[in-house]
């Protein structure tokens, strides 16, 4: 069975009322690098009505990901201090996930092994 070879960074946030702001102009600006990292395929934020926040990611490889860890470092770090991150998921082949273990543990990431999907 084929699947997409995508791999995908899912970020999982509560957000103080009194950062909702800051935190949302930091969205924009990491938005706004995609211009700089062909490798990066799609981005989203989705919030809740409850201080919550969900980033979405999808690359075209780990190297795609390490990239993009260099060039929006400073907006992640500004992220860290308005957020609590509550949990970071990564999607796709598993050689591909092989090559992200050391660089991501520090989020604690779960790992998870695509199988079975497609793309248009």
Do not use: W
């Amino acid at each position: 069975m084929s699947y997409p070879h995508i791999i995908s960074l899912i970020g999982y946030f509560t957000i103080p009322a009194e950062n909702a702001s800051a935190f949302r102009k930091n969205c924009e600006k990491m938005v706004a690098l995609r211009d700089k990292e062909p490798g990066h395929l799609a981005s989203a934020y989705s919030f809740d009505d409850n201080g919550g926040a969900v980033s979405r990611e999808d690359y075209v490889s780990a190297d795609a990901i390490i990239e993009h860890m260099k060039i929006g470092a400073h907006v992640f770090e500004s992220t860290k201090a308005l957020v609590e991150i509550t949990g970071v998921e990564v999607h796709g082949p598993r050689d591909e996930l092989e090559k992200l273990r050391g660089t991501l543990e520090p989020m604690q990431p779960r790992f998870f092994v695509t199988e079975y999907g497609f793309r248009r």
